[in-house]
C-alpha cells in the first residue's frame, strides 16, 4: 500500500496534491484496493463550481460504487479523460495516470484540513481492526 507524502488525504479516500495553483485529486491506494478492479468512471464537467465535501463524481468496480468528494472547494478545471477508455489506470497507477479531475481551489488553505500520510495511514489501519 502507497502512502505518498506529499499528497494530502480525505477520510473518504481521495488524496489532493497542491499543484502550483491548482490542486489535483484521484482516490487513494487504499480506496482503489478496497474497490477492486474499476471498470467506469464518472466525472463532473468542466467548470463545474463545487464546495469541499460535496460528490463530484463516481467510481464503479466489479465489487461496489462509490461517489468520490471534493477536498476542497473550486472550479473543475480539468478531467481525466483518458479514464474514459482506460478506468483501469485508477488501480494501476492512482497518483500518476489514475488522477480524476484537477480544480482551481477558491479556499487554498482548505488543504490544510487534511491528514497527511502518516494520519491517513493510521486511520486506515483503524479500518482494518
Wanted: aromatic content about 8%; hydrophobic content about 35%; glycine content about 6%.
Amino acid at each position: 500500500m502507497t502512502f505518498r507524502d506529499d499528497v494530502k488525504y480525505q477520510e473518504s479516500h481521495e488524496w489532493a496534491l497542491k499543484d502550483d495553483n491548482l490542486v489535483i485529486v484521484g482516490i487513494s491506494d487504499y480506496a482503489q484496493d478496497s474497490l477492486g478492479d474499476v471498470v467506469y468512471v464518472e466525472l463532473p464537467d468542466v467548470g463545474d463550481v463545487k464546495k469541499k465535501g460535496d460528490s463530484f463524481g463516481v467510481v464503479e468496480s466489479v465489487k461496489a460504487a462509490s461517489d468520490v468528494y471534493m477536498p476542497v472547494s473550486g472550479e473543475i478545471i480539468e478531467i481525466n479523460a483518458d479514464l474514459d477508455d482506460n478506468p483501469s489506470n485508477v488501480n494501476d497507477s492512482p497518483f500518476d495516470s489514475g488522477w480524476l479531475i484537477k480544480i482551481k481551489p477558491s479556499d487554498p488553505s482548505e488543504l490544510d484540513s487534511l491528514m497527511s500520510a502518516q494520519e491517513y495511514k493510521t486511520y486506515t489501519e483503524g479500518l482494518e481492526e
